[in-house]
């Protein structure tokens, strides 16, 4: 595994780009710097650690990048592309990610397939209990269920009438 650190000028490097839409793109190094210790911003209350980084100079889709990275990393997260991406020193890092992500994205489909019925008999609830609650909110209802069957009873005679003039047309 090739760590940040020991890269040099001109080395490949891969991207992904997991913004509204994924996007692979591969770079190159533009310069690692020297070693140097830095203080993480303290978040909450905790004591951040020093921690040992090299500041990276990087290329994607033509654009120069730098960010600081720990010495140990051969991947790292950064925002500096606009979205959030994922920066590694070997495409296999790219392909994990990958393949996490997809696991991510299934769980999550099957488990909002589940939860629809269950949230679409809530509103359903929701609507029938707030009609019974709250009398302006039935008559807006009432209403527009009447519109709805009147819209639908005209569309009827719509299809209705277009047979008729095919008919008539045809003979």
Known sequence: ??????????????ALMKGEEMKYAEGS?????????????ANGMQMPSMRT????TYQIDGKNYTDAVEITASVFPTNK??????????KEAV????????????NYLKDSEK????????VADCKSLIAQLDTEYKEKQQTEERFAKLEETQRMQD??????LALLNNK
């Open 159 to 164: 299809g209705k009438l277009d047979r008729i």
């Open 95 to 106: 392909v994990k990610e990958l393949h996490a992500t997809l696991r991510s994205s299934e």
């Open 29 to 41: 190094i533009v310069s690692v710097g020297m070693q140097r210790m830095e203080m993480p911003q």
């Open 81 to 90: 592309p606009g979205v959030l991406t994922l920066v590694a020193t070997e």
């Open 1 to 14: 595994m090739t760590l940040f650190k020991d890269m040099t000028a001109g080395q490949p490097i891969y």
């Open 115 to 122: 939860e629809i019925p269950r949230q679409r008999k809530r």
């Open 53 to 56: 980084v090299v500041d990276v």
